[in-house]
């Protein structure tokens, strides 16, 4: 459950004082939050404690996580120059990478037997922050600029693609047993737009980690339209969000590929018997998928009550077991 | 094109001073805002000046919207007795809705043999800004409503769909020729909320303009998995976005029904003939449609040059007489 830690008061305790991307890059705090959910809900894997614009941090872009907005770019990038300038950074080297890494590294020999997933954000995602400069409700500065200039939209994305897939790459060699990539905003396009524009940079950056052996995820919300394109970029696993039952994703997926999510949010504030009917109408209709990773659609809510998603892991793991 | 007003500096200066629901209920200023980008661009129809929270103003309930943020409830909707409360205040009587009748009036009559269309929001966004309190990216607090108390939900989007088609009602006796209903937010439901939670109050609202023969248009964005659903509340025209091709909508909704929209505002940023090219897409894919109301899919960015815009409508009545 992405952003579980949010809604724990231990997460607010260690987190006090620190700044959201500091938190990311200091290796002992960032395992400890990634810890802190696993312990708390005993889910079955974790997801490592990051951001999405950690890599653009990394490889010197001026950007910060403002409380309440999300990330802010100093200088938005729309032109070939300001491409120009992002490739002036140089390469996210090793050496730039050491604190992710590291963070890793103790977090997965912490967690035993217990997988340790990574994280990264797609490319269109990644240019949609940079070229805004920030949240963005349409993302039309990064829609315009695909139209309008697309060979510097593509010198942005690829850029972007190997940025993030290095960071994943990163992870995954630091011991991570899966890899998740988060097109957070790609629901805002269209097939023809994802296919044309997006989905070759969310390809090169998968490819960054091909050859490691790792099962990949792809992730969006709002994506009911482009589930077989997301994983046709070279996904194992696509990611649904509570907009579309299951049975109906596996089916669009043509049954043969896993999938991960489809508990919406939103239920996590009904009382229990609501939340729980759910949780076991999500369960049933993705029994019929070659796999389903139990997971919220989107990211946990901070005002989420912690002892709501215990309970959801535990009716989880007791329908697994044949109590239903 | 909805919100074409606010890229006009004339539109600017009219507004100065005063605030956008004070605007909406200012009958002479109304009309002229209206007014405004019918003169300028030489479009084929004018859509009235308003906002979806005016009927919730009208009625009593304490709403403002604040310059970049959007419409703020000061005491959000979220019990039986909060419902309750927006009861009290009473039906949206002729009276109250009288500044509304009359600048739809004064609109008609300076609008001459142009059509003016009217106004209104869906039950479901009106309620999702009332039980959020303002504008909100999921509208998670709307959806737990929904499932954790069904019945205060449906009361609340009975009362709201009463409120909201009263409100269209009006504008359509003082001489609208059409009348549109926004549910700006529905992109946010599954198939299965919107038809069982939402769609009859939907039905509901449009019902209150049913037997005065007005065509209804039926507007959202990231709608592509709804629009039959749309069209089944009893819509006459249903809007489509940029994310879906007009030709497959038009094939979605069995090839009778007239659809609108489907022009990408993030285009409008981009070179002419980039633009051009898109319009051009759009209107030759809606060719095929029982109608088409060329229009953007969504509202007109307040950034936008007032010039393309103009462009565009003459762009779109070139290739209506055969210039193409």
């Not at 829609?143 to 993030?164: E, G, I, Q, S």
């Not at 044309?196 to 709002?222: E, I, K, M, N, Y």
């Not at 997926?253 to 729980?276: C, H, K």
Request: glycine share 10%; with cysteine.
């Amino acid at each position: 459950m992405r952003q579980a830690g949010r809604s724990l008061p231990e997460y607010r305790a260690a987190r006090a004082g620190t700044a959201m991307l500091d938190s990311c890059l200091d290796p002992a705090l960032a395992s400890e939050l990634t810890l802190q959910p696993v312990r708390r809900h005993g889910v079955d894997a974790g997801i490592f404690f990051s951001d999405i614009v950690v890599p653009l941090r990394l490889v010197g872009v001026d950007v910060e996580i403002k409380p309440g907005v999300g990330p802010v770019i100093a200088d938005p990038v729309r032109t070939a120059d300001d491409v120009a300038r992002l490739r002036d950074l140089g390469p996210l080297t090793a050496e730039r990478l050491a604190p992710v890494a590291e963070g890793v590294a103790l977090t997965v020999a912490a967690l035993g037997t217990t997988p340790l997933i990574g994280f990264a954000g797609a490319p269109f995602t990644l240019a949609a922050y940079l070229v805004e400069g920030g949240p963005s409700r349409d993302h039309l500065a990064a829609r315009t600029l695909m139209h309008a200039d697309p060979a510097v939209w593509d010198d942005l994305l690829t850029w972007a693609a190997d940025v993030t897939g290095t960071f994943l790459r990163a992870q995954v060699e630091a011991g991570t047993s899966a890899a998740q990539l988060f097109d957070s905003w790609a629901g805002s396009l269209s097939l023809a737009d994802y296919e044309a524009r997006v989905a070759p940079a969310s390809a090169r950056a998968l490819g960054h980690v091909r050859d490691l052996g790792v099962r990949t995820v792809h992730f969006g919300t709002g994506t009911s339209e482009l589930l077989v394109a997301m994983r046709d970029v070279g996904a194992d696993v696509v990611g649904v969000d509570h907009r579309l039952p299951l049975d109906e994703a596996v089916r669009r997926l043509g049954g043969t590929t896993p999938v991960q999510g489809n508990i919406d949010p939103a239920l996590l504030f009904a009382p229990w018997p609501v939340l729980e009917a759910h949780v076991r109408d999500v369960l049933a209709r993705g029994a019929g998928a070659p796999g389903h990773v139990v997971n919220l659609g989107h990211g946990v809510p901070p005002e989420t009550d912690p002892d709501v998603l215990t309970r959801v892991v535990r009716l989880v793991h007791d329908v697994e077991v044949g109590e239903a």
